[in-house]
T-cell receptor
Framework: NAGVTQTPKFQVLKTGQSMTLQCAQD?????MSWYRQDPGMGLRLIHY???????DQGEVPNGYNVSRSTTEDFPLRLLSAAPSQTSVYFC?????????????FGSGTQLSVL | DAKTTQPPSMDCAEGRAANLPCNHS???????VYWYRQIHSQGPQYIIH???NNETNEMASLIITEDRKSSTLILPHATLRDTAVYYC????????????FGKGITLSVRP
């Protein structure tokens, strides 16, 4: 049982480059979300999805795009990376809205933007 | 969602109980208390949640005061592997599953 899988684990980008952080879950969870974690800031919600085809913004959505074409996958896209996006990114999933309290998190992607 | 207040850090001896406090004085009647923890560099891990009754599972116990303005997470026999940041979160059950993580409390378990 793989749970929530994030790739890559580490990534270095130059300012202005684009990339996609991948997130996949094999638990048939309806709810998925992306967080970023910066030193001393806790975790902040970027975007979330309550099911395939449905996404919504979290606390810090600017500079990020998401889509949810399948239940399993929830990629996070950085269209034009900026140094302010240097952070650790976590993807999470849970069973379904209304029972979504038990979030399962991936192991994270450490992103550096130079 | 109600805001929570946790001390920044605490420590305890290995094998002893670790009692982690959380203040949520503005909690609403339909808001649950959740606890997660994050071991260094890993993704957060769900521990337990509850509404007003005390809860216990294989990881911990959650004690919520009668007025629900505060709660305590109890790790009955702390081990070195319990050293982590512990987050206390309150939110409405059945909402859009958006969890707001604060800075949490850093628990250091000493040998």
């Amino acid at each position: 049982n793989a749970g929530v899988t994030q790739t890559p684990k580490f990534q270095v980008l130059k300012t202005g480059q684009s990339m996609t952080l991948q997130c996949a879950q094999d638990m048939n969870h309806e709810y998925m979300s992306w967080y970023r974690q910066d030193p001393g800031m806790g975790l902040r919600l970027i975007h979330y999805s309550v099911g395939a085809g449905i996404t919504d913004q979290g606390e810090v959505p600017n500079g990020y795009n998401v889509s949810r074409s399948t239940t399993e996958d929830f990629p996070l896209r950085l269209l034009s990376a900026a140094p302010s996006q240097t952070s650790v990114y976590f993807c999470a999933s849970s069973y379904r809205q209304g029972q979504g309290e038990k979030l399962f998190f991936g192991s994270g992607t450490q992103l550096s933007v130079l | 969602d109600a805001k929570t207040t946790q001390p920044p850090s605490m420590d305890c001896a290995e094998g002893r109980a670790a009692n982690l406090p959380c203040n949520h004085s503005t909690i609403s009647g339909n808001e649950y208390v959740y606890w997660y923890r994050q071991i260094h560099s890993q993704g957060p891990q769900y521990i337990i949640h509850g509404l007003k009754n005390n809860e216990t599972n294989e990881m911990a116990s959650l004690i919520i005061t009668e007025d629900r303005k505060s709660s305590t997470l109890i790790l009955p026999h702390a081990t070195l592997r319990d050293t982590a940041v512990y987050y206390c979160i309150v939110r409405v059950y059945g909402a859009n599953s958006k969890l707001t993580f604060g800075k949490g409390i850093t628990l250091s378990v000493r040998p």
